[in-house]
């Protein structure tokens, strides 16, 4: 199925509050690889953006006072991501501003998100993958070596190529060294979106935390109960 990385800024928190989307970035993955298919879309949330919320995204409502409302562009997003599976670090958050934006249109084919598509919560697959551990998407990156060192501010479309090189990094596939390796499959975005990196660069050495190393230990030890033998690696 195809893949397409998520993520969105909004004005605030919660929906229920009269937030609203303000950003949407997604980037495709087919073959575990950034295929340089990407959405990116600016929107005029039709109210004030906080201050407070300025300073985490950048985006001010003098930027956003031209950009098209989410009415006006539903179905050309809606259009990218159907029948795809969607990955989404905390998606009940995401998810629920979506649908939110879907429940306030008129005579609307869309609905729901999850009549469209199949949602993957990557935050989720982290806490399964690393339990009682910060799983921020920063943290993951500084846990997988994923390089966010362009990330000074949350932006959709970034987040979401983070992600996707995170949830690559977590689920045991290569990122950037095959992708980097070219061929006739690579695209100009697909370069630029890769963030300056370099086949030379060195593959990241991620060293074992003292509880990862105790619970090693822990599951040899009963490893070699239950087959009666001396387990050494």
Not at 46 to 55: C, F, G, L, S, Y
Not at 68 to 80: C, L, R
Not at 197 to 211: A, H, V, W
Request: hydrophobic share 35%; aromatic share 6%; glycine share 6%.
């Amino acid at each position: 199925m195809r893949k397409i990385v998520l993520d969105t800024e909004t004005t605030g928190l919660h929906p229920h509050e009269g937030h609203r989307i303000l950003e949407i970035g997604a980037v495709e993955l087919q073959g575990r690889k950034l295929t340089g298919e990407h959405y990116h879309q600016y929107i005029n949330p039709e109210r004030d953006v906080p201050q407070e919320v300025v300073e985490v995204h950048g985006i001010t409502e003098e930027f956003l006072a031209d950009k098209p409302t989410f009415a006006e562009i539903v179905d050309e997003f809606m259009t990218f991501i159907e029948g795809a599976e969607l990955l989404i670090h905390n998606a009940t958050f995401d998810v629920g501003f979506i649908n939110y934006e879907l429940s306030l249109l008129h005579n609307s084919r869309w609905k729901k998100l999850e009549d469209h598509c199949t949602i993957t919560d990557t935050l989720k697959l982290a806490q399964k993958a690393y339990p009682g551990q910060r799983n921020t998407l920063d943290a993951l990156c500084r846990r997988l070596g994923v390089d966010n060192s362009n990330r000074e501010l949350h932006g959709a479309l970034l987040d979401s190529e983070i992600l996707a090189d995170v949830y690559l990094a977590m689920t045991g596939g290569q990122t950037a060294l095959f992708d980097s390796l070219g061929g006739q499959n690579d695209t100009a975005a697909q370069t630029q979106m890769r963030r300056k990196r370099s086949i030379s660069d060195p593959l990241p050495i991620i060293q074992p935390t003292p509880e990862e190393l105790n619970a090693h230990q822990a599951y040899l030890e009963k490893l070699s109960q239950a087959t009666h033998k001396e387990i050494r690696w």
